[in-house]
T-cell receptor, first 115, second 109 residues
Framework: DGGITQSPKYLFRKEGQNVTLSCEQN?????MYWYRQDPGQGLRLIYY???????QKGDIAEGYSVSREKKESFPLTVTSAQKNPTAFYLC??????????????FGAGSRLTVL | GQNIDQPTEMTATEGAIVQINCTYQ??????LFWYQQHAGEAPTFLSY??LDGLEEKGRFSSFLSRSKGYSYLLLKELQMKDSASYLC??????????WGAGTKLIIKP
């Protein structure tokens, strides 16, 4: 079945460490997204990519970095510069990026806890 | 500023009907999405409305009034598996999604 796989599902990190969250999709979707979900708040966009080797900052990109070297993969690195990294991270994809109201397919999420 | 408002939590009884409201203020408007998210899982697409009116999909229906900046999700014949959070998201003039905080729906037997 086609879908999005995120790993790891749970991750613990010490302060000052960088961590990378994996996101892989086999839907042949062009666009991929990273969102952060915190209790009592709506999803907030971290980064998105409409095409391989290109990505744009979302609303809360500070302290995060991404790469899009392959169409299927969009890893997110949470750096030590991110001041409050404990959160639930969701990766998503859509068939098309850019203009248009695109239906998103989400992964099951990665829960990061900073100790 | 842009804003999506929806109730934080609602409780309903198995077999009943529940309506989850969502009001939006966006810079321009290109439609509104509803997603369902079970605890700790991926949100899944329920509906997209861009024109006024009611769209029905089985037990779930979604309504939009552009003039009132208002939408609702109607769930009929509630089942225990409908216990989840329901996320409302508006699409602004730049086709960016503005997300509400979600409504946690609790279904009681």
């Amino acid at each position: 079945d086609g879908g999005i796989t995120q790993s790891p599902k749970y991750l613990f990190r010490k302060e000052g460490q960088n961590v990378t969250l994996s996101c892989e999709q086999n839907l042949n979707h062009d666009a991929m997204y990273w969102y952060r979900q915190d209790p009592g708040q709506g999803l907030r966009l971290i980064y998105y990519s409409q095409i391989v080797n290109d990505f744009q900052k979302g609303d809360i990109a500070e302290g995060y970095s991404v790469s899009r070297e392959k169409k299927e993969s969009f890893p997110l690195t949470v750096t030590s510069a991110q001041k409050n990294p404990t959160a639930f991270y969701l990766c998503a994809s859509s068939a098309q990026g850019g203009t248009g109201a695109n239906v998103l397919t989400f992964g099951a999420g990665s829960r990061l806890t900073v100790l | 500023g842009q804003n999506i408002d929806q109730p934080t939590e609602m409780t309903a009884t198995e077999g009943a009907i529940v309506q989850i409201n969502c009001t939006y203020q966006t810079s321009g408007f290109n439609g509104l999405f509803w997603y369902q998210q079970h605890a700790g899982e991926a949100p899944t697409f329920l509906s997209y409305n861009v024109l006024d009116g009611l769209e029905e999909k089985g037990r779930f229906s979604s309504f939009l009034s552009r003039s009132k900046g208002y939408s609702y999700l109607l769930l009929k014949e509630l089942q225990m598996k409908d216990s989840a959070s329901y996320l409302c998201a508006g699409v602004d003039s730049n086709y960016q999604l503005i997300w509400g905080a979600g409504t946690k729906l609790i279904i009681k037997p």
